[in-house]
């Protein structure tokens, strides 16, 4: 993976743009990946300032998937784009998904680990062969429930229906009251 790796400390505060394409080697690389194989193109903007680097990824390509319904393999055509914050401290660590700290006076970083991490969240979780597609979506159709037809059939019923003597009197009592 060396040649996702960019030379920092040379590097003056300015923008700086990457690209690279990546197929079977790099996903190989990264053990138990749900993609086994695919070819991508990144293209990255490199802002460095004196206390941090800011990563913007745009990536793109196609990856070789295998459908959750018939088991066949199928190529799924994405394009992702990602943000990392690389700060300068003393000392390392990650913070979040997008923000970590780095220790000032690190020479090189390696970016292939970020780039992976954009490709699988690009990776949908229900991977469907693109014949299947079309009757998943018809059987997509959500219906919504609504009870207002219902309420106002139980309403009616309620005023028809015969109403208890002792209820009678006590309703007379209130509507003498209003009056």
């Known amino acids: ?20 394409s990546g197929n079977r080697a790099f996903f190989e690389f990264f053990e138990e990946s749900l993609v086994q194989n695919g070819n991508f193109e990144v293209k990255m903007k490199l802002r460095k300032s004196d206390a941090l680097l800011q990563l913007d990824f745009d990536i793109q390509g196609n990856l070789e998937l295998v459908c959750d319904r018939s088991l066949d393999i199928f190529s799924y055509p994405f394009q992702t784009q990602g943000k990392q914050v690389l700060q300068f401290s003393d000392h390392n660590e990650v913070l979040d998904d997008e923000f970590e700290l780095i220790a000032k006076g690190t020479p090189q970083i390696n970016v292939a680990q970020y780039i992976y991490e954009l490709i699988m969240l690009a990776v949908p979780m229900k991977k469907l062969h693109p014949r299947y597609q079309e009757k998943s979506n ?24 015969e109403i208890d003597p002792r209820w009678a009197e006590l309703k007379k009592l209130l509507e003498n009251k209003k009056s």
């Open 1 to 20: 993976m060396q040649e996702y790796t960019v030379e920092i400390a040379k590097l003056q505060n300015k923008d700086y743009h990457y690209t690279w």
């Open 138 to 161: 018809e059987g997509d159709i959500k219906l919504v429930y609504s009870s207002e037809e219902k309420e106002l059939k139980k309403e009616t019923e309620e005023k028809n229906a």
